[in-house]
């Protein structure tokens, strides 16, 4: 089922891609995006495709490591491009808006650099048809301004739908966790700045280190507060882990480590603040 999913997921991109000479993909190493760039390989061919990658301080290193892994997979170039988004007065504000600003960088960045270094005829990006429906997403209202398209929500592909395309096609990112930008983990109207993402950044990493695949380190000042899977609720919280998962969070910098017992909860802080 999988296989004949991914054939007419193939089809449809073919379809919406054509006349497109060379595509830029706008890049994370997520499943969206991998989905969305290995689809427009097998559309295109490989050679006129590049993956492209957004790299500031919001980008953790784990992730811009696999983002080159899963290119690398797919056998598409990547190409880095710098983005200033916390230059932006709005997007250090930390309002509602923020993915706003840092998308609205991402593209202006590409349409101004690489679109012409590349020759790229058209940017896409890897919004999904479950993507479509939520409200809290004002990034894509960037990407609409900016004319980017967006394959994956056009074909009707559901986020499970990804997913499975992703394994039919035995991509390394089919099963990764969902894994928002770094300042996703900072409340709205409390700035972000490098101090603090590098503090999230440190303190995640040594929590996969412990063994944690799944979470958030959300920065509340001296306090971090923990989201994890329910079932790793206890495992964080019991020996012997607990006093390591400690020591890790707070060797990022932080005073206070705290458990939140509601688990995961993506996009929460967009959510509260709409």
Do not use: W
């Amino acid at each position: 089922m999988d296989h004949d999913l991914a054939s007419r997921a193939t089809s449809h991109i073919a379809h919406q891609l054509a006349g497109v000479g060379r595509l830029g993909v706008a890049f994370s190493g997520g499943v969206d995006s991998s989905v969305l760039l290995a689809l427009a390989a097998r559309a295109l061919g490989a050679d006129r495709v590049v993956a492209i990658l957004g790299v500031s301080p919001s980008l953790a290193a784990d992730e811009r490591a696999a983002a080159h892994d899963v290119a690398r997979q797919v056998g598409v170039p990547l190409a880095e491009v710098e983005t200033h988004e916390g230059a932006r007065a709005a997007y250090r504000a930390n309002g509602p808006d923020r993915c706003f600003h840092c998308k609205d960088e991402l593209f202006t960045r590409i349409d101004a650099a690489v679109a012409v270094a590349h020759g790229l005829d058209a940017i896409a990006y890897g919004e999904n048809a479950d993507d479509v429906r939520r409200t809290d997403r004002p990034g894509a209202r960037a990407a609409a301004e900016h004319r980017v398209l967006t394959p994956l929500a056009t074909a009707g592909l559901t986020k499970a739908d990804v997913r499975a395309v992703a394994r039919a096609f035995g991509l390394a990112s089919a099963d990764k966790p969902a894994a928002p930008c770094l300042a996703s983990r900072i409340p709205h109207f409390s700035t972000v700045s490098p101090e603090k993402l590098s503090q999230v950044e440190r303190a995640e990493a040594a929590l996969r280190r412990l063994g944690f695949a799944d979470l958030r380190v959300r920065h509340h000042g001296p306090v971090a507060r923990l989201e994890l899977p329910v079932d790793d609720l206890v495992r964080a919280a019991g020996d012997p882990l607990r006093s390591e998962v400690r020591a890790a969070v707070l060797a990022a910098g932080f005073r206070f480590v705290a458990l939140d017992l509601a688990g995961i909860q993506s996009g929460a802080f967009t959510r509260d603040a709409s």
